[in-house]
């Protein structure tokens, strides 16, 4: 099984802040991964697919970078909205998520 | 507009039975493969189960217990959940499956999800 770890697990930020989280593979997944946004008491939502394309509808702030086992997740510059808790997921080899990333008010 | 709507969650013993329904609307049924992911209270996701003309794959934790099928008449989406245990309480949610082709096949991530529905285990 492909095992998926994010780091922090929890990031404090404000309003305006730049924001990096970290997801790694226990193996190579290509590019073969997904962001998600979810946000208390919803279903999650795509950000983005095949480690770098934005999902219609979402912000460009959001990017994603990677391949292989090392991905990141960037918010330019942290809005009021995007106060959430993040997951990666890989598709290589069915499914696995990270264990989330809870991005908090500093 | 897609809209998955789940339903079938509440309270049931352990060893007990449930099915979880999945109503879609707005888009092509059928055409789509689907998926269950469920998030247990506070924790993280977990995939359980897919649906695709592929195949029907299942995590090692709910294999041999739970069913996924779908009636493409009734543009719906079910889990048979049998022999239920107290771990099995989550918030399941249904999604839709969109793939992209690879060389080693096509890869299948999840674009629209339901709001979900909580299904507790406990006597």
């Known amino acids: 099984d492909i095992q998926m770890t994010q780091s922090p697990s929890t990031l404090s930020a404000s309003v305006g802040d730049r924001v990096t989280i970290t997801c790694r593979a226990s193996?190579?997944?290509?590019?073969?991964l997904a962001w998600y946004q979810q946000k208390p008491g919803k279903a999650p939502k795509l950000l983005i697919y095949?480690?770098?394309t934005l999902e219609s509808g979402v912000p460009l702030r959001f990017s994603g970078s990677g391949s292989g086992t090392e991905f990141t997740l960037t918010i330019s510059s942290l809005q009021p909205d995007d106060f959430a808790t993040y997951y990666c997921?890989?598709?290589?080899?069915?499914?696995?998520f990270g264990q989330g990333t809870k991005v908090e008010i500093k | 507009e897609v809209q998955l709507l789940e339903s079938g969650g509440g309270l049931v013993q352990p060893g007990g039975s449930l099915r979880l329904s999945c109503a879609a609307s707005?888009?092509?049924?059928?055409?789509?493969?689907m998926t269950w992911v469920r998030q247990a209270p506070g924790k993280g996701l977990e995939w359980i189960s897919a649906?695709?003309?592929?195949?029907?794959p299942y995590a090692d934790s709910v294999k041999g217990r739970f069913t996924i099928s779908r009636d493409n008449s009734k543009n719906t989406l079910y889990l048979q959940m049998n022999s239920l245990r107290g771990e099995d309480t989550a918030i399941y949610y249904c999604?839709?499956?969109?793939?992209?082709?690879?060389?080693?096949?096509?890869?299948?991530?999840?674009?629209?999800w339901g709001q979900g529905t909580l299904v507790t285990v406990s006597s």
């Open positions: 999604a839709t499956a969109t793939f992209e082709r690879s060389e080693a096949g096509r890869k299948f991530y999840f674009d629209s």
């Open positions: 707005g888009f092509t049924f059928s055409s789509y493969a």
């Open positions: 649906m695709s003309d592929s195949g029907t």
């Open positions: 193996q190579s997944i290509s590019s073969w």
């Open positions: 095949k480690a770098s």
């Open positions: 997921q890989q598709y290589n080899n069915y499914w696995t």
